[in-house]
């Protein structure tokens, strides 16, 4: 299976503060997806990204993966309450099945 | 297009019971389907693979007696929580891998209360 761990697991930081989210992948990947998600809820996709180095950005969030395509960040500049929630990645394994990160859970300070 | 549907979208029931959670593909075919469980505060776990007219694939650690899979069509996979208890309380999501694709689309959850 495709092991995806993510650092912090929860992470609580002030309105308008910068904050930085890791998905390390023990294998390869080939297609890292970023989601939001608030328990109970349905995924909100981010972003998704397949060539080393590449680097997307939607309003305040950008997401890199790196040379190597094991590791990914997800930045948020000048939080806002409105992106509370746990943010997953994700990639696809070998058959097609789908895997998630370990999850980071953000709070935001207003 | 590429529109995933669960019904229902929470369910309580009693222990001992069995429910079903459905979903479906409504805009296209999906040969393969997949079924996560996740509890408050933590990630999706992957729970099994279900493919259309053949046996799931259950995850290791993941009871397939419990945990009955059906993806009698197309478009339609079902998850039966048989005998179900309050640890099985959790929130399920399925998702679909269209065949022209091969991103998966995640359908909007089932919360599951046992009580």
């Known amino acids: 299976s495709q092991e995806l761990e993510q650092s912090p697991q929860s992470l609580i930081v002030q309105e308008g503060k910068n904050l930085t989210i890791n998905c390390t992948s023990s294998?390869?990947?080939?297609?890292l997806y970023w989601y939001k998600q608030k328990y109970g809820e349905g995924l909100i996709f981010l972003m998704m990204l397949q060539k080393g180095g590449e680097e997307k950005s939607h309003e305040k969030i950008t997401a890199k993966l790196d040379e190597k395509k094991q590791q990914s960040s997800l930045h948020i500049t000048a939080s806002q309450p409105s992106h509370a929630g746990i943010y997953l990645c994700?990639?696809?394994?070998?058959?097609?099945?789908?895997?998630f990160g370990t999850g980071t859970s953000l709070t935001v300070i207003p | 297009g590429a529109v995933v549907s669960q019904h229902p979208s929470w369910v309580i029931c009693k222990s001992g019971t069995s429910v079903k959670i459905e979903c479906r593909s409504l805009d296209f075919q999906a040969t393969t389907m997949f079924w996560y469980r996740q509890f408050p505060k933590q990630s999706l776990m992957l729970m099994a693979t279900s493919n259309e007219g053949s046996k799931a694939t259950y995850e290791q650690g993941v009871e397939k007696d419990k945990f009955l899979i059906n993806h009698a069509s197309l478009t339609l996979s079902t998850l039966t929580v048989t005998s179900a208890h309050p640890e099985d309380s959790s929130f399920y999501i399925c998702?679909?891998?269209?065949?022209?694709?091969?991103?998966?689309?995640f359908g909007p959850g089932t919360r599951l209360t046992v009580t």
């Open positions: 994700g990639a696809q394994g070998a058959g097609n099945q789908f895997y």
């Open positions: 998702s679909a891998l269209p065949g022209w694709r091969p991103e998966q689309y």
């Open positions: 294998k390869t990947l080939y297609g």
